[in-house]
């Protein structure tokens, strides 16, 4: 069964930063896309950033660009937040899937996964 566990978040002030990183078991994800999403109080889930199995492409969010970077190492995640803006408030979820594409459109599909998920707060 595979299993993706985030840690890392936390209460920051603006400007601050933040390290998130998802450890995944269950399988073998070296051919597996990564990800994470973000999910607001009162707000729909929306994509913040993915990685493909390789490491060497990366998508984000307009929003993100310029602040966030994702990185990965074997079947660990990481989302590097700097420059935290309180709007970047949410709980933050990772994802896995066999397409990097899936999960920036519409999150993991069939073959994919979804973590609990890890509260990230930024004080004004």
């Known amino acids: 069964q595979v299993q993706l566990v985030e840690s890392g978040g936390g209460l920051v002030q603006a400007g601050g930063s933040l390290r998130l990183s998802c450890a995944a078991s269950?399988?073998?994800?070296?051919?597996?896309?990564m990800g994470w999403s973000r999910q607001a109080p009162g707000k729909e889930r929306e994509f913040v950033a993915a990685i493909n199995w390789s490491g060497y492409s990366t998508f984000y969010a307009d929003s993100v660009k310029g602040r966030f970077t994702i990185s990965r190492d074997k079947n660990t995640v990481y989302l590097q937040m700097d420059g935290l803006k309180p709007e970047d408030t949410a709980v933050y979820y990772c994802?896995?899937?066999?397409?990097?594409?899936?999960?920036?459109?519409?999150?993991?599909?069939?073959?994919?996964?979804w973590g609990r998920g890890t509260q990230v707060t930024v004080s004004s």
């Open positions: 269950g399988r073998t994800f070296s051919s597996y896309a």
């Open positions: 994802a896995t899937d066999p397409s990097t594409e899936r999960i920036r459109d519409q999150g993991p599909g069939q073959f994919g996964s």
